[in-house]
Each structure stands twice: as C-alpha cells, then as structure tokens.
C-alpha cells in the first residue's frame, strides 16, 4: 500500500519532535499549515506527548486580577484604549487588590497574575504612585509566599527593580508579534526596542518572564514562526497565544476573524518548539467552552481564574464566564479530569520554578553577559 508523501512528511515532522531534534522554519511552517482533521489529532497527539514527558498530567492554574481598567496607550486590538469612551473604567484600591488576591488564594490557585492598563495614575506620579502597589503586593507575598506575575506594561526600570524586591516572581509584557510593522499598526505609538528591551532587563533582574502573540491581527505565518525565533532568544520561561476578539467602539472592531484552529495550531507547535514551558489555555477568550480544545493543543496552564462578584473584568472578553462563576477553580476541575488532567498542588509549581531556574542558569547568565557586551541600542522609559 503506497502512503501519501504529505502523510509521510508529517510523520517525519512529528516523529522528530517526538525525539526533542530541534524542527526547522520549514517543518515549523508545514505544521502550522495542517489542515486535514486526522493530521490536525496528529499534530495534538504529539504536543500533548510532550506535554505528558514534561509535565505529566498536571495542570498550573493562575489567579487573574485587572486592578485598573485605565490606560494612557492606544492599542488598536484593546477595549481599554486610551480614547475609548464607550465603557466604565475602574481602579481597585489596596486593599481591594489585597483581598481579591487572597480569595483567589484560598480558592486554590497557584499565582496571581496582577494587570492594569498602563494606568496614568501610577505612570504620571511614577515613585508615589507606584509606592501603595509595590506595599500591596509585599504583603500578598509576605501573607502567603504565593508566587506573583505582575502585567503592568512597560514600568520604569527603578520600579520594576522594586517589583522584584517586593517578592514579585514573573514580568508578562506581551509583543503580540515580532513583525515591527505589524507592531506598530497594533502598539499605536508604542516603542518596539523598548518593549523588548523591558523584558531583557527584567530577566537580568531575576525575574521569569512570559512572552505572548496576538492571532488573527494580519499576521502571516512566516510572523508567527518569526516570533517563536524571537522566543527563543529571549528565553522566556511561559509563552501564550490568543486569538483577537474584536471589540466595539476600537478600530480593529469589524477586522476579519481567523478561524479558532490558527491558535490552537499554533498552541500545539509552542509545545512542540518549547516542550519543557509554561504554556497558557487562557479562559479570557472564550470562556469555560474554549479550555478543553486548548488542553486538547498541549496547554498546561489555565489562565485567567477570575472571583465573581467582585467586579473585576477581563481582557479580551471583559465580562464572558465572570459573574456566573465560570471562571473559578471549582468550574475547571472537571473539564481537566474530562481531559485526563489533574490540578497540579502549590508545591508542584514551587518544585517546577526550582527545577526550571537550576536548568535555565546557564542560559540566562550566558545571555545576561551578551547583552551586558553588545551595548545595544538603550531604551528609554
Ligand atoms: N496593559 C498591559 C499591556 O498591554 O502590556 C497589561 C495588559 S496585557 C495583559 C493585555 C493583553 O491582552 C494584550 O497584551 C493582548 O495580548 C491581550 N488583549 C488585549 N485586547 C485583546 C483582544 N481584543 N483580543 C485578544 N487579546 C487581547
Ligand atoms: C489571561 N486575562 O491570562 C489574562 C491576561 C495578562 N498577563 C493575562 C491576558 O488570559
Ligand atoms: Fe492599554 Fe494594555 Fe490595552 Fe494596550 S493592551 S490599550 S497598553 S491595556
């Protein structure tokens, strides 16, 4: 019985994938052009393989708080752009930040992910107004040595050095592309090199970095292959996918969508190019429903865990899932046991931080040294 080349072709790919032997642009580009539905279980069978050596069957869960709905930017994709009007914005206090991180706590996560818009109030009054935040998540960190991702856009340095101080562990600075131009129809006004650059020095700091890509922008898959070669570079220690949901009253409202397939495809070839990473099914997209097809693409941790009642709102979907309850703990156990998948427990996640920063040593302080000596061009806040 003769085998179809493409058939075979794929085998090959996934078979040395399956052997960790590094793919190329081609065979990276031929995966995320799959299409046919038994080479598409194919492609999953394979990330989730990966996963499995990795990770076994456990899954990290990750605590979502949006402190402040305010921004000064302007990004295209983004409801909370600077000039839109059209929604009610808000600012948590100290307090509020503190008990929403600590509910989020005792329901059983293993981190808090705490966003803003890059919110004038503590860009404009930079020392002062960062001051009260840096307090509140030192006493998060003191009260339950729980590991904290901070996604508050591009912070000064001094302030991200206090971050650090403050117990602070992950800096998540999304580029959503690799592609400048791109970049620059998306980050209106937004520095490139600065982006990046935050993210070099953040890691010098000691913190873990995530690095994450926006789908269905007009990007090519060349960009998406681009950017997982970006990835490597940086060294990024979590990456995500997520797929643009258009929101009203934004210019990129009535933008053409792409099938949910592309991020899936491209969740599964993250796993396969970073077998060893965090790789995020965020319920930010398309709630509850959307987790399983995520696990199914070789996903390993569930993102935006978000406590109803408390007015706090999403990113890409700012209500969907929240006040139902949708997006707690108790909601995603069973579609992981469904998926053949555990909730991982707190020390799991302690012992992954610690086995991945011993292995990734060499790499970091090797890249800390490169950058110290290339005298690149310097960022400027
Ligand atoms: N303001 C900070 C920043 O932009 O870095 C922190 C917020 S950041 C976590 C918001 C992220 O949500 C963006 O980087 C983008 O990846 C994602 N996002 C925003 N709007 C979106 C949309 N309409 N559809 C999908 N993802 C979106
Ligand atoms: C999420 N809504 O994890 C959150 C957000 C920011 N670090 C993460 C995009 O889906
Ligand atoms: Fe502001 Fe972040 Fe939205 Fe851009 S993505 S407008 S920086 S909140």
């Known amino acids: 019985m003769s085998v179809d080349p493409a058939t075979l072709k794929l085998v090959e790919i996934l078979d040395k994938a399956t052997r960790e032997i590094p793919l190329d642009r081609e065979e990276l580009l031929y995966l995320l052009r799959v299409s046919d539905e038994n080479d598409l279980a194919k492609v999953f069978n394979t990330a989730r393989l990966l996963r499995k050596r990795y990770f076994d069957n456990k899954v990290f869960v990750y605590g979502f708080v949006y402190f402040s709905t305010y921004c000064r930017n302007e990004c295209a994709f ?8 059209s ?71 001094d302030i991200l050095m206090e971050f650090k101080e ?9 580029q959503e592309t690799h592609n400048p131009d791109l970049y620059s129809r998306l980050r209106l006004g937004q520095s490139y090199v600065l982006r990046m650059q935050r993210k070099v020095e953040a890691r010098q700091m000691g913190f873990l970095l995530e690095e994450g890509l926006l789908t269905g922008v007009g990007d090519t898959d060349e960009d998406l292959i681009d950017s997982l070669e970006e990835i490597k570079k940086l060294g990024v220690d979590q990456l995500r996918v997520m797929s643009f949901v258009p929101q009203k009253d934004t210019p990129m409202q009535h933008f053409p969508s792409v099938p949910r397939l592309k991020e899936l495809l491209v969740i599964a070839v993250m796993r396969i190019a970073f077998p060893d990473r965090l790789i995020p099914a965020s319920l930010d997209v398309d709630g509850l429903n959307g987790l399983a097809e ?17 007015g706090l709102a999403g990113v890409s979907n700012h209500s969907l899932d929240i006040e139902d309850g949708n997006r707690t703990v108790n909601k995603i156990i069973p579609v992981l046991e469904q998926n053949g998948l555990i909730m991982a427990s707190r020390g799991d996640y302690a012992e992954w931080i610690s086995l991945h920063q011993n292995k990734t040593r060499v790499f970091r302080e090797e890249s800390k040294h490169a950058c110290s000596n290339s005298g690149g061009e310097t960022a400027r806040a």
């Open 294 to 310: 995520r696990l199914n693409a070789g996903a390993n941790v569930v993102t935006s865990i978000i406590p109803p009642q408390s």
């Open 87 to 157: 929604l009610k914005r808000y600012r948590k206090t100290d307090l509020e930040i503190m008990k929403t991180a600590l509910s989020l706590v005792d329901s059983g996560v293993h981190l808090i992910d705490l966003t803003m818009g890059e919110d004038p109030f503590y860009f404009e009054n930079k020392e002062s107004g960062f001051a009260h935040m840096i307090r509140a998540v030192e006493m998060i960190k003191k009260s339950t040595n729980i590991p904290i991702m901070i996604s508050v856009g591009v912070v000064p340095e």
């Open 166 to 174: 403050a117990g602070v562990d992950w800096y998540a600075t999304y």
């Open 78 to 85: 983004c409801l909370y752009r600077k000039s839109n009007n």
